[in-house]
């Protein structure tokens, strides 16, 4: 199936976390791209501070505001994680996505994930939709990656996510066939999981060739925002140019 230049621009999460505090201007550029001439992306990723902002600036557009928790280290103590989701909810976000303690997985600490996703169910009470961060380029071997794919698919998060982009290794073919498989074996589970791949599309090659090998395994009803996100910011000014040309 060919998405349109539309349909790919739907699937995007326009995300703009490097604005620090007092630069709402950055902010409010963001949301404004984010209602593009040829048509709204699914969503925009700020800062848990911005949160209310962008709620305030998009109230009236389809667009979800979503944010980042535990990020980008995967690391952090349970109490800051919940003060920032507290944060976030309590200003109307949408989505968390939440870097899993994957360091931890790597060092075959398991209690630390399931710690951590039991007390994001416990926080959210399905307030908010969570796309879990595998942070799959730090795991060298695929049962590695397989197995906390599971683990996360298990837990009923929204979306299984490659990557926070801030590695040397983003989203990559094997990683996302492997997240295509998890939620193919999870299609039936309630929410069934979705995939965002993030760190590293940088053309609308890459955009269509992950497309492509998603709606292999997943079928052309999985190409829609509520399945298949695309944390690549960088393709908006691309696909807009690419439909102009046309």
Excluded at 9 to 24: K, Q
Excluded at 57 to 86: C, H, M, Y
Excluded at 214 to 235: D, H, Q, W
Aim: proline content about 5%; aromatic content about 6%; some cysteine.
């Amino acid at each position: 199936m060919n998405l349109s230049v539309k349909e790919c621009i739907g699937l995007l999460d326009l995300t703009r976390l490097e604005a620090v505090m007092g630069d709402e201007a950055a902010i409010e550029s963001l949301c404004v791209k984010a209602l593009s001439p040829q048509g709204d992306v699914a969503a925009v990723c700020v800062h848990p501070g911005y949160v209310a902002r962008a709620v305030g600036l998009l109230k009236e557009s389809p667009v979800f505001v979503a944010t980042v928790a535990n990020f980008p280290s995967g690391d952090q103590s349970l109490k800051r994680i919940q003060s920032d989701v507290e944060m976030s909810l309590a200003a109307g976000v949408d989505e968390i996505d939440v870097v899993l303690p994957y360091k931890a997985w790597l060092g075959g600490d398991s209690r630390a994930v399931f710690t951590l996703l039991e007390a994001m169910r416990h926080w959210l009470e399905g307030r908010a939709r969570v796309k879990a961060i595998l942070e799959t380029g730090a795991m060298p071997l695929p049962e590695q990656r397989l197995g906390l794919a599971r683990a996360a698919a298990e837990f009923g998060v929204d979306f299984l996510k490659t990557s926070t982009g801030k590695v040397a290794i983003g989203a990559t073919p094997e990683a996302v066939a492997e997240l295509a498989m998890v939620a193919n074996e999870y299609r039936k589970s309630v929410p069934p999981p979705g995939i965002k791949v993030a760190g590293g599309v940088r053309t609308i090659a890459q955009l269509y060739d992950y497309i492509h090998q998603v709606e292999n395994v997943m079928g052309s009803t999985f190409l829609v925002p509520e399945r298949l996100r695309f944390g690549a910011s960088r393709l908006l000014d691309d696909l807009l140019c690419a439909d102009a040309s046309t």
